[in-house]
């Protein structure tokens, strides 16, 4: 499970180090795509292979199931961890995500997610944390 919260930077070619707790779990090889909230999602082989499998069960005569299945496949990148421990983050996804110099890595279970540190600051207020949890308990989840 991942989990914590980490500021790094990206260097000039795009690269950013993976901490070293989530280069344990991730492996040297893994999956970055698009995510929701304008973030990237950070998949190990395991959880995206589970996650390919969901989008597969999705009926292709729906049209908003074609295209959140498009979202996160044709975004993705399979990328490799390399001797200093950082990863190439494609052009592309950098972009989406606004990612440019100062970022953010946070564990969030079953994925990890990367995002710009101004974003981060903007999503990460949580001033509303109590209406949140009590939504929660409609999707079964009582604290």
């Not at 901490?19 to 304008?38: C, I, N």
């Not at 973030?39 to 292979?49: Q, R």
């Not at 996650?51 to 975004?75: H, M, Q, Y």
């Not at 993705?76 to 592309?92: H, M, T, Y």
Request: glycine share 10%; aromatic share 10%.
């Amino acid at each position: 499970m991942f989990m914590g919260e980490y500021n790094h930077t990206i260097d000039a070619k795009g690269r950013v180090i993976v901490p070293s707790r989530f280069r344990e779990a991730l492996g040297d090889e893994f999956v970055v795509t698009k995510g929701l909230d304008g973030c990237l999602f950070v998949y190990d082989e395991k959880e995206w292979a589970a996650f390919e499998e969901k989008l597969k069960s999705l009926p292709i005569t729906n049209k908003d199931a074609r295209a959140f299945v498009r979202f996160f496949l044709a975004g993705a990148a399979c990328v490799e961890v390399d001797k200093q421990g950082r990863i190439l983050l494609p052009g592309s996804l950098r972009e989406f995500a606004g990612l440019a110099k100062d970022v953010v890595l946070i564990g969030v279970g079953s994925r990890i997610e990367v995002w710009s540190k101004e974003r981060w600051e903007g999503a990460a207020s949580f001033d509303d944390m109590d209406e949140i949890a009590e939504h929660m308990a409609d999707l079964g989840l009582i604290i």
